[in-house]
C-alpha cells in the first residue's frame, strides 16, 4: 500500500516519516521547492528532534520520497493524505482552507485509480464534504473515498507523539476507508492504542475540541495565576493541588504568557467560527481568547512594573523566541509580540533562541538585536526575560545569569526557577502566580539600583 501526503511541513514530514518508518511506501509532496530539495538531500527543513536521523534512514532504505509533483506523488498511492496549512483567516478568524481545496484539486486531477483522500490538517466541520465535491469536480467519474484523520502530535516532541498516540481518530463513512486507514495503523492497533472509528464531522470536531480544551486549561490556570498574585497565594501549589485529582489531570496547567504557537490561536478562533455558523456559540472559547489576548499585554507591564515603569534605554536580555522549546516555530509566539512592544517602549532588547532566531527575525524584523547565544544577550543588560523554557536557560543556575548582568532583575514568563533558589541569589525575581523575590525585604534594592541610573 503506497502512500502520498500533500504537505511536507511539520506534520506532513513528520507522519510521512513515521510512516515510512513503520514499512510503508511514502512519498512526500510540497510546493516549496526549497524544503524538498533540502529533503532529497538528506536534509531537514525544520527543527525537530531526531528527525533528521529518522528522515535519512528511511531516505536510505527506500521507503522515504519528496517531490513537488502532485501527480507523481499520488500516480500508484492507495491512500492520499492532506497535510496543508490551515491558517486564519484575516477576514473573519475562519480557518483559511485555500490551501486544503487547492490540494483537493490537484489530487483528483492527477489521480486514475481508486485512493482514500484523507484529511490529516485541521479543518472545520463539514471540509470533507467540500474535499469530496471538489475531487469530483475536478475529475467526474473518479472511484474515490474521502475520510478525516486529525493529527495530535506535539512540535518538540512529534516522533515521539506520532509513534506512541493516545488514540488515533478515523472518520469516514466508507467502510472500505475505514479498513485502509485501520491497516496503515496496524501496529498501533494491534499494540492496543484506542481507535477512535466515528463520522467525517465528529472526526474534524474532535480535533477542534481537543485544543480549544486544552487552550481553555491555559487560559483558566493563568488567569488562576493573576489572582493568586493579587491574593498571595502561590499558582505551582494551585496547580499541583488541583492537577492531580484524576479528573481535572496536571497537564496544561502551567502558568505562563499565555499560549501560542501553529494551532491553539487559530484553533480557537476557529472554533468560535464554526459555533457562529451553527448558531450555537461557543462562549467558553471565546473567553478564552479573550483572557489570552490580554495576557501578552499583561506580561509587558509586568517587565515594565519591575523595571520602574519605564524601560527607555533598559538593556533587556530577551531569552526564548520560539512559542514553546524544542521547535523552531515562532508562528503566533507571544514572546514575539513581549519582545517587539518593549522594543517599540524604547527598550533595548538583545534576544537569544537556540532555534528560532532566524524565524522571528523573518517576522518581526531587526526592532531587535540577534544575540548568538545567551551569554551575549545577557552581558551588561538591566533585566532578563525569560520567554521559553529551553532546558539550556533552566540548566544554568541563577549566579550564572547574575554575573553577566549589570542589574539583578529577571522576569520569569515561564516559573523555572524555585522561588527559595532566587531568594539566595539577590535577584529581584519576578514569575507568575508566585510571590515576587526581593533581594532585600522592602524590596527597594533592585528598583532604587534601576532608577539611579
Ligand atoms: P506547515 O505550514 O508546517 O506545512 C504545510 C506545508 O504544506 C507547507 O510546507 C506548504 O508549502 C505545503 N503546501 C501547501 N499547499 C500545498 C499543495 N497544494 N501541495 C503541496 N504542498 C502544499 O503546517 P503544519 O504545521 O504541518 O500544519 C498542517 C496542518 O496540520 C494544519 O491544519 C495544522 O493545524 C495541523 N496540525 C499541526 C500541528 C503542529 O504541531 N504543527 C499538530 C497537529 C495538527
Redesign the pocket.
Known amino acids: 500500500m503506497k502512500v502520498a501526503i500533500?504537505?511536507?511541513?511539520?506534520?506532513?514530514l513528520v507522519s510521512g516519516t513515521c510512516f515510512a518508518d513503520l514499512g510503508w511506501d511514502v512519498t512526500c509532496?510540497?510546493?516549496?521547492f526549497d524544503?524538498i530539495e533540502k529533503l532529497k538531500k538528506g536534509e531537514t527543513p525544520?527543527y525537530e528532534p531526531g528527525l533528521p536521523e529518522l528522515v535519512e534512514s528511511n531516505i536510505r532504505a527506500g521507503r522515504l520520497h519528496f517531490t513537488t509533483d502532485?501527480a507523481e506523488a499520488v500516480r500508484d498511492a492507495a491512500i492520499v493524505l492532506i497535510?496543508?496549512?490551515?491558517p486564519t483567516r484575516k477576514l473573519d478568524g475562519n480557518a483559511d482552507l485555500q490551501?486544503v481545496y487547492?490540494?483537493a484539486r490537484?489530487i483528483g486531477q492527477a489521480l486514475d485509480h481508486f485512493a482514500v483522500i484523507v484529511t490529516?490538517?485541521?479543518?472545520p466541520a463539514g471540509t470533507g464534504f467540500q474535499v469530496r465535491r471538489i475531487v469530483s469536480e475536478a475529475n467526474p467519474g473518479l472511484d474515490f473515498e474521502i475520510a478525516s484523520n486529525?493529527?495530535?502530535?506535539?512540535?518538540g516532541n512529534?516522533i515521539y507523539d506520532f509513534m506512541h498516540p493516545d488514540r488515533i481518530v478515523i472518520g469516514t463513512e466508507s467502510d472500505r476507508a475505514r479498513e485502509m486507514l485501520e491497516r496503515l495503523y496496524q501496529p498501533f492497533i494491534d499494540d492496543g492504542v484506542e481507535f477512535v472509528s466515528t463520522d467525517v464531522v465528529s472526526s474534524e470536531l474532535i480535533?477542534y475540541a481537543a485544543n480549544t480544551f486544552l487552550a481553555t486549561k491555559v487560559s483558566f490556570i493563568n488567569e488562576m495565576a493573576d489572582i493568586c498574585e493579587r491574593v498571595g497565594g502561590n499558582i505551582e501549589d494551585v496547580s499541583r493541588g488541583m492537577g492531580t485529582d484524576r479528573r481535572i489531570g496536571r497537564a496544561f496547567l502551567q502558568p505562563g504568557p499565555g499560549y501560542g504557537g501553529?494551532?491553539f490561536p487559530?484553533?480557537t478562533l476557529a472554533m468560535v467560527h464554526i459555533g457562529e455558523r451553527a448558531l450555537s456559540p461557543a462562549t467558553i472559547v471565546e473567553a478564552v481568547i479573550s483572557v489570552n489576548r490580554q495576557r501578552c499585554h499583561r506580561m509587558v507591564a509586568k517587565v515594565l512594573e519591575a523595571a520602574g515603569g519605564d524601560v527607555r534605554g533598559r538593556h533587556i536580555a530577551f531569552l526564548g523566541l520560539t512559542f514553546k522549546p524544542n521547535t523552531d516555530?515562532v508562528r503566533d509566539s507571544v514572546a514575539l509580540v513581549i519582545a517587539e512592544e518593549l522594543a517599540g517602549m524604547g527598550a533595548i532588547v538583545r534576544a537569544y533562541d537556540p532555534e528560532g532566531m532566524e524565524q522571528a527575525r523573518s517576522v518581526i524584523g531587526d526592532v531587535i538585536a540577534y544575540c548568538s547565544s545567551a551569554d551575549e544577550a545577557l552581558e551588561g543588560a538591566d533585566i532578563c526575560v525569560i520567554a521559553t523554557e529551553w532546558k539550556e536557560f533552566r540548566d544554568r543556575r541563577p549566579e550564572q545569569y547574575r554575573r553577566l548582568m549589570a542589574r539583578p532583575v529577571m522576569i520569569d514568563l515561564r516559573n523555572m526557577f524555585p522561588l527559595r533558589e532566587m531568594a539566595e541569589s539577590g535577584f529581584r525575581y519576578v514569575s507568575i502566580g508566585r510571590k515576587t523575590v526581593e533581594p532585600e525585604a522592602d524590596g527597594s534594592h533592585a528598583l532604587a539600583e534601576l532608577t539611579a541610573r
Not at 509532496?29 to 516549496?32: G, K, L, N, S
Request: net charge neutral; charged share 30%.
Open positions: 500533500i504537505g511536507t511541513g511539520y506534520v506532513g509532496v510540497d510546493r516549496a524544503k525544520i502532485t497535510a496543508v496549512g490551515t490551501y487547492a490540494a490537484e490529516k490538517s485541521t479543518v486529525p493529527e495530535f502530535l506535539r512540535e512529534a480535533k501553529s494551532c487559530k484553533d516555530d
